[in-house]
């Protein structure tokens, strides 16, 4: 019981550092009771929280404007309302392909308001990825941008059953109806209280197959705290929110945002000098992005960068894939140690945090575990290994993980999830992740990890990116295959290059191939598509 009331003293500490637990009028108070009672703490109540606690502060700035949070709020009863009155019966669940802007946020809370499952759809999708994800999902409505009308032409083809709404129109008179108009339609009506809370449905990257989708429960405020000790938000300020928001990571950022009341800026497409501009226009003090958003703004001409101070910012939050070292060392260099990484896993949320400090010491590093978080290194025996060696991590937390909507689920071992990756704990407790599972391969009977490989190939001064994984061979099981893009004007050749490799490696470790590319392809969140690059094997090197 001590223990139990410690904790939860140590939680209230927590809050109200960061400013959640503020005095407010007994009101105001009355007012976030009766929200919570009709909202039932679903993952989206911050937005009707936040109504509540600042009513007349801005709460969104997209490009058509500013939103108040009493107007944010509305807009998301209205279109709630608007959903339960469809012909076809209130939706049970409601799939969203948007970019970040309000029509995103209003589809994900209305939904959320009804009870509905949301299932939050890759931007990145060509029509066969989709039509497979609608198929398993089973949306009755599906809510997009225009811009995607003809994926979503090829998709849903033969499914005239399913209810299209526009988020977001580009032309006049558009064939369908948009969440703008529906909003209009109901505007001041509030939606009927759900029976439940629905279930929000995240896909996982899907860059060697079809994007499986994850259930997810569990967290809370726990989880909530333990974010809120290793990176400073402070409730009521202003974050610039660039990471996807239909990604895991984007989703958490718009939820901690709205959570602490902080006014959420955003655009539908990232652009770097864009990005600094908004940090500087509205005095932002985070940033949420995926790491090869810090590349690119870091590429900006030095003259471009120098022209905003962001002197604001307190933090520059990241995750989604690996950051390379170089950018992270640049970037606070030029805008100060505020850059926090963050190893999350779209099954199992947040897993460890590497701090400014962190960053500084090992650049590399993925963090230390969150708080409420246990990370094992288990070798293929499940024995747990030793300071630096490498091997696959299992981790467990509060986060519950419900399985895949295919049926599958993760490996669990003693309470343990396997998190897909490979890694290895310092003597000072910090994560390094050294690839996916998947990607260790055995050529010739020697384990060969692609990350050792890839930081050699990123060491020599031509090479700005670069990438190695396995491929079947008939002779060695496996063998190992490099992809490389040059720094502008640099030259070198694959020969070059894997003598480079084997001057400072093993022999069975340079890359049968290396193949030099323009540019690696990656999908929205800054991960690398591997099935494209494997397409490529066997073609010729330049």
């Excluded at 938000?233 to 996807?244: D, F, H, L, S, W």
């Excluded at 193949?515 to 392809?521: A, G, K, T, V, Y």
Aim: proline share 5%; net charge neutral; hydrophobic share 40%.
């Amino acid at each position: 019981m001590t223990d139990k009331l410690g904790r939860i003293r140590e939680v209230a500490a927590t809050m109200r550092r960061a400013g959640l637990l503020a005095p407010l009028r007994p009101d105001r108070y009355l007012a976030i009771a009766a929200a919570m009672r009709r909202e039932k703490m679903s993952s989206t109540s911050g937005f009707a929280l936040s109504a509540r606690r600042c009513p007349d502060r801005p709460g969104l700035v997209d490009e058509l404007g500013t939103l108040t949070w009493r107007q944010l709020d509305q807009r998301c009863d209205a279109f709630a309302t608007a959903l339960q009155t469809l012909p076809g019966g209130v939706p049970t669940v409601v799939g969203i392909l948007c970019r970040n802007h309000r029509g995103f946020i209003e589809a994900l809370v209305a939904a959320n308001r009804i009870g509905a499952d949301v299932v939050l759809l890759n931007t990145s999708f060509a029509g066969p990825a989709l039509a497979d994800v609608v198929a398993r999902e089973a949306p009755q409505v599906v809510i997009y941008d225009e811009e995607f009308t003809t994926v979503v032409d090829r998709a849903l083809d033969d499914r005239p059953d399913i209810t299209r709404i526009l988020g977001w129109t580009d032309s006049p008179g558009p064939a369908h109806p948009t969440v703008e108009s529906m909003i209009s339609a109901h505007s001041g009506r509030r939606p009927q209280r759900r029976a439940h809370n629905g279930r929000l449905i995240l896909l996982t990257s899907g860059t060697t197959g079809t994007p499986k989708g994850a259930k997810r429960s569990g967290g809370g405020v726990g989880e909530l705290s333990a974010v809120l000790k290793r990176t400073p938000y402070r409730a009521g300020e202003t974050t610039v929110v660039m990471a996807p928001m239909f990604h895991a990571w984007g989703w958490s950022q718009l939820v901690m945002a709205a959570t602490l009341s902080c006014t959420i800026v955003t655009r539908r497409k990232f652009d770097p000098e864009a990005t600094l501009a908004l940090i500087d226009r509205y005095r932002a003090t985070g940033l949420s992005v995926v790491p090869a958003m810090f590349d690119r703004i870091m590429e900006l001409p030095d003259e471009v960068r120098g022209r905003y101070s962001c002197a604001s910012l307190r933090l520059a939050v990241a995750s989604g894939s690996r950051m390379r070292p170089d950018v992270v060392t640049a970037f606070m260099d030029q805008f100060g140690d505020v850059i926090y990484n963050n190893y999350n896993a779209t099954e199992a949320g947040m897993i460890a945090t590497a701090t400014p400090a962190d960053l500084r010491a090992a650049p590399d590093t993925a963090g230390q575990p969150a708080e409420g978080t246990e990370i094992h290194i288990l070798d293929a025996d499940f024995k747990q290994l030793p300071a630096r060696e490498v091997g696959q991590i299992f981790v467990s937390n509060s986060t519950g993980f419900d399985g895949y909507t295919t049926g599958a689920t993760k490996d669990f071992h003693a309470g343990f999830m396997a998190s897909g990756d490979l890694g290895y704990l310092d003597e000072a407790g910090r994560l390094f992740v050294v690839g996916r599972d998947d990607e260790m391969i055995v050529s010739g009977g020697e384990n060969v990890y692609p990350i050792e490989v890839e930081k050699t190939l990123t060491s020599h001064p031509a090479v700005a990116e670069a990438t190695a994984l396995g491929v079947d061979d008939e002779q060695f099981g496996q063998r190992l295959a490099a992809f490389v893009v040059l720094k502008p004007g640099a030259q070198a050749t694959s020969d070059e290059l894997k003598q480079h490799v084997r001057d400072n490696l093993a022999n069975y470790k340079v890359p049968r191939e290396l193949i030099i590319l323009d540019e690696l392809p990656r999908n929205i969140t800054g991960k690398i598509v591997r099935r494209e690059l494997l397409a490529r094997v066997g073609g010729d090197g330049r």
